[in-house]
């Protein structure tokens, strides 16, 4: 068996102590002994030098031994009971009679290992009774006190009548884990230390860390010397950690630390706030000092009082403050003003905008103008901060009380603006209030500056805390919770009435458009009268000219004379045709009317009726199979298949029978952006010309001709048409072609959806 110690032996020092991993010392405090079992088996697998000292063996007698082996069946069985029935770190201290010896034994697990923790059994029960009757008394005193600071002033007294010792204070962190004396309770013969402030790096993270982990702590004697643990070698643990440990061996810079604080014994409890490290319980005692497990639980106890007490006594101190900001924004939340931009000079000169959140200045910047009120900086100072801060918070919120430690360019100004809290409006805007350079004075124990020493010997910590006073500039009053919260309500209000005074701008302009449109939509409908009715009126007079002058038998006209006549006729006749298809197109216009359930089987039947001398003339096949019933409007969707078909027979291919097929379907088919649409789908094929694909949408738009006056006739007006009317069905409409081959229009009719009709 190769027995050995587990000390960590590397070198620390305060250039490396933020790294000394103080929860494997691999030693520990003499005034208990310590063993590590392992779970399954119950080897003894640690074990520290002094059990000698308790127990009369030495540690190379149990190592590597059971549990069993060495205490005997009957202990073992006492020991799994207590595990079973407490489990680990119980409340309760397990008592256990070791080789005829009593004694209190701590128990926790690290890993496999079971850790037993074992100390002397006292003998004065008197003295663990006047604990818990102390205890029992603090919680009465409770209700005399309403602020934190007295209650922890009480929990600072109760605790030293408990324990003894010189020295008790409640140690408070700040967001920096700088450390404030926040209470103290002292012997008189001692100077007290109430107000003072340490440094962060006198507890570093690591020990904060272990803080969370481990609610109490406890070096009976700062000048002990650590008792090495040992061993077996044959497990595959080669350390042991030892964060949940009473008995663990502390840093020797902290011991460093205390000694030149003059201080021999301390109790540390942590106070835990939201699962953050709020504070310390802190007890110095100037000589060599123990309590039993039940007096420190008594102290721990009441650290419990502390935390439970924290969110109930702030929120106590804090209710003026917050009563007072909440019936602010209240009252300026009761303004009623108009959504227009000149309400923000009302706004200004309200007092509550300041009463709000304690501030001294307030501005709004909007659309480049600014609105302030109280103590501000300069216009282009506003300008500056309002963009830093948009920057800086990624145009979200932002608060500080010393904004010099985020941008050193406003320092010249501290002592107006310190304080700041920032709200987006979004797009440039912003809403802040100000707070101006408060001086105050720290107390440290010593110079925080030389809070590490720098000698002929190396590094050391300071071994001064003789009180240094520091004046602190350029920072204002902190912004305490309500505060906070107010002007963020507040700037949310502001927000939803610059959100309120844009909608009535773009209404407001809207408004307008509408009217202009109106007046066009009106002008337009003039200049249609007139095309459709006036215009029409001379074409006739042409034709009726050129008909008489070609039917006069008396003075008949000349073969050129003809033939001028008879194209004077057909240019009249496109452009009644022309006008014909405009007034159509136009009267398809947005007015509210109710669809109609419309069987398509019914329109496309009415429709080749009165197609019927044209499908005839033409030596036109239509065949179509059952078609859907839609929502649509009857005669509309009547005029959109003649137009279809009336198309396909115009541009057929010369000795080429005309075959146009009409089918139906539910299958998604690709119209645009509408594939996998749910709805009908009609669609119109024929044999004739077909097209380049390329046109595929050029061909809806108006007056859109493929083809020359001379090969085809028409006005260009046909598929225009047919695509608003579509358009007017909530529905769209797409065409394919092939030339020489024909050409396809594919119809898409929306299923269940409530339709407006468009006539």
């Not at 835990?272 to 123990?290: D, E, M, P």
């Not at 009761?334 to 931009?341: G, R």
């Not at 009165?610 to 929502?631: A, C, F, H």
């Amino acid at each position: 068996m190769n027995i050995k110690d587990i000390v960590n032996r590397d070198i620390v020092n305060l250039t490396n102590c933020e790294h000394e991993p103080i929860h494997l010392p691999g030693s520990i405090q003499p005034h208990g002994f310590l063993m590590g079992i392992t779970d399954i088996s119950w080897q003894i697998d640690f074990c520290s030098s002094n059990i000698i000292d308790y127990l009369g063996i030495a540690h190379t007698d149990v190592l590597g031994k059971t549990f069993t082996d060495v205490f005997g069946l009957h202990e073992q069985q006492i020991l799994k009971a207590y595990i079973e029935n407490y489990g680990m770190q119980a409340v309760i201290t397990l008592e256990m009679a070791l080789k005829g010896k009593m004694l209190q034994f701590t128990i926790h697990k690290s890993a496999s290992v079971y850790i037993l923790e074992a100390e002397s059994h006292p003998n004065n029960y008197e003295k663990i009774v006047d604990a818990y009757s102390q205890t029992v008394q603090f919680i009465s005193y409770m209700s005399d006190t309403s602020t934190l600071k007295n209650l922890c002033t009480l929990i600072a007294k109760g605790t030293r009548d408990i324990t003894g010792y010189d020295r008790v204070m409640i140690y408070k962190f700040d967001k920096d884990y700088n450390g404030e004396v926040y209470a103290e309770s002292c012997n008189r013969f001692i100077e007290p230390f109430l107000g003072l402030n340490y440094p962060h790096t006198d507890i570093p993270p690591q020990a904060r860390a272990l803080y969370l982990k481990n609610l109490m702590r406890i070096i009976t004697n700062v000048s002990y010397a650590p008792v090495p643990i040992y061993t077996s070698g044959q497990g595959e643990n080669n350390v042991l950690d030892l964060s949940l440990s009473i008995l663990r061996s502390s840093s020797p810079i902290h011991a460093e630390y205390l000694t030149n604080m003059g201080v021999k014994a301390t109790l540390t409890i942590s106070l835990i706030y939201k699962g953050r490290l709020w504070g310390l319980i802190a007890c110095h005692h100037y000589s060599a000092k123990n309590i039993t497990p039940q007096v420190r639980l008594a102290v721990q106890l009441q650290g419990q009082f502390i935390t439970s007490q924290i969110d109930i006594r702030q929120a106590n101190e804090e209710y003026d403050i917050a009563e007072r900001s909440t019936n602010a924004l209240q009252q300026l939340n009761a303004i009623n003003l108009p959504p227009v931009f000149s309400s923000f000079t009302t706004i200004i000169n309200r007092p509550e905008l300041l009463t709000l959140c304690n501030a001294t200045g307030f501005s709004i910047l909007l659309n480049g103008k600014i609105y302030k009120a109280g103590l501000t900086p300069s216009d282009d100072r506003i300008q500056y901060y309002s963009h830093w801060c948009s920057v800086y918070s990624a145009d979200t919120t932002f608060c500080t009380s010393k904004i010099v430690d985020f941008d050193t360019n406003v320092a010249h100004v501290s002592k107006i603006i310190s304080g700041v809290i920032y709200h987006s409006l979004g797009n440039g805007n912003s809403i802040m209030w100000y707070r101006p350079e408060t001086l105050s004075e720290v107390n440290w124990a010593g110079d925080p500056k030389k809070s590490i020493i720098h000698n002929a010997k190396g590094l050391h910590p300071r071994n001064s805390f003789k009180l240094w006073k520091q004046v602190v500039k350029s920072t204002s009053t902190d912004w305490l919770q309500p505060e906070i919260v107010a002007a963020t309500g507040y700037a949310h209000s502001v927000q939803k009435l610059i959100s309120m005074m844009t909608l009535t701008v773009e209404e407001e302009k809207y408004r307008s458009l509408s009217e202009v449109l109106k007046e066009t939509n009106s002008e337009l409908e003039n200049i249609n009268w007139i095309s459709t009715h006036d215009l029409q009126e001379p074409l006739r007079k042409i034709q009726m000219i050129a008909s008489h002058a070609l039917g006069n038998e008396a003075d008949v006209p000349s073969g050129a004379m003809i033939e001028s006549l008879n194209k004077m006729t057909k240019s009249a006749s496109r452009m009644q045709t022309l006008l014909l298809d405009i007034l159509k197109y136009t009267r398809i216009k947005h007015v509210q009317e109710s669809f109609e359930n419309t069987n398509l089987n019914t329109i496309i039947q009415q429709t080749l009726e009165d197609m019927s001398d044209v499908v005839t003339d033409n030596d036109v096949t239509i065949t179509y199979t059952n078609l859907p019933t839609i929502t649509a409007v009857p005669f509309l969707i009547k005029q959109l298949f003649s137009n279809i078909m009336h198309n396909s027979i115009k541009y057929s291919l010369p000795n080429r029978p005309v075959v146009i097929k009409v089918t139906a379907s539910v299958t998604p088919q690709v119209i645009g952006q509408l594939d996998n649409r749910s709805g009908h789908w009609v669609t119109f094929s024929d044999n004739g010309i077909g097209f380049d694909q390329k046109y595929a949408e050029s061909i809806f738009n108006i007056f859109s001709r493929l083809h020359s006056q001379s090969e085809y006739t028409g006005s260009g007006v046909g598929l225009a048409l047919c695509k608003k009317i579509m358009q007017t069905n909530n529905g769209c409409i797409s065409a394919t072609g092939t030339p020489g081959k024909g050409a396809a229009i594919t119809l898409y009719f929306p299923a269940n959806v409530l339709q407006v009709a468009l006539v």
